[in-house]
């Protein structure tokens, strides 16, 4: 199922890590890697899930993290404006229909905060009326993922937006 929203993308450049020279008397110790052959992989900003319901919550940032994403989740929108004033994300997943305040106006808020990192915003809904994907695009979102998320699709998404972070 392809992404209703392409996504351009720019792939930065790998950090890559200098061989360490040989333990001797002149030689500065090597330094510590958590990667194997001293080469650490740069890692993704982490990824927002924006979600009232717990077991679409458990499912969606599940299987972001046996991917090896960093995911936290907040349960309406409210809290999801709070988190991004607090720590740059790379990638939101926001529902729509959320008590407090919903995804299309969190969305919103986060697009005009001032000199913030603006991450792709990409809303997951089971709501699939006429016109929806429009307004999330209206309100500042990238894209538009309607519920049940395919696997491949969301991680196709996913490592699509990343390359922008």
Known sequence: MPL???FSASQEA???ATPAAPHGK??????????????AAPRPAPIL????????QKVLATLL????????????????????????YGLIFMDL????????EAAR????????PQPPIIAITAYTLNGEKQRCLEAGMNGYLPKPVDTE??????EQCLKRA
């Not at 229909?97 to 299309?104: A, E, F, I, R, S």
């Not at 808020?109 to 913030?116: M, N, Q, T, V």
């Not at 699709?153 to 996913?158: A, G, M, Q, S, Y």
């Open 26 to 39: 002149d030689s500065q110790p090597a330094p510590v890697v958590s990667e194997p052959c001293g080469a």
């Open 109 to 116: 808020l986060i697009r005009s905060f001032e000199g913030c």
């Open 49 to 56: 899930v924006v979600e009232d319901n717990p077991i679409n």
């Open 14 to 16: 790998a950090n890559r």
């Open 65 to 88: 993290r046996k991917r090896g994403y960093e995911v936290d989740v907040a349960n309406d929108g409210a809290q999801a404006i709070q988190r991004v004033a607090e720590k740059h």
């Open 4 to 6: 209703d929203h392409e």
């Open 153 to 158: 699709t969301l991680f196709d998404c996913v």
């Open 97 to 104: 229909q959320m008590p407090v305040l919903d995804g299309l």
